[in-house]
């Protein structure tokens, strides 16, 4: 795993082989009370990538892959 540290407003940029470029882009971090900080990440990437958080399970994942392919017909 690589780990990167970014500031608010800095952003990485994903090559994908065929060339798409994938942004993530930090937009905020905020302290909650005394816990740990808040962060929000900004994504852009083509509509045929698949963004999905990691606690959502695969078959919610799937249904919205399916619509993707629909919105490019």
Known sequence: MLV???K???????TCPSGERIEVMV???????TGRPYVK???EAPRAVLVRRDELPE???????N???????
Request: glycine fraction near 12%; aromatic fraction near 2%.
């Open 27 to 33: 937009t905020d971090i905020r302290r909650v009370g």
């Open 41 to 43: 990440l900004g994504i």
């Open 4 to 6: 990167i540290s970014r």
């Open 67 to 73: 619509a993707a392919d629909r919105d490019h017909e």
């Open 59 to 65: 078959v919610y994942t799937e249904g919205h892959a």
């Open 8 to 14: 608010a407003g800095e952003a990485l940029v994903l």
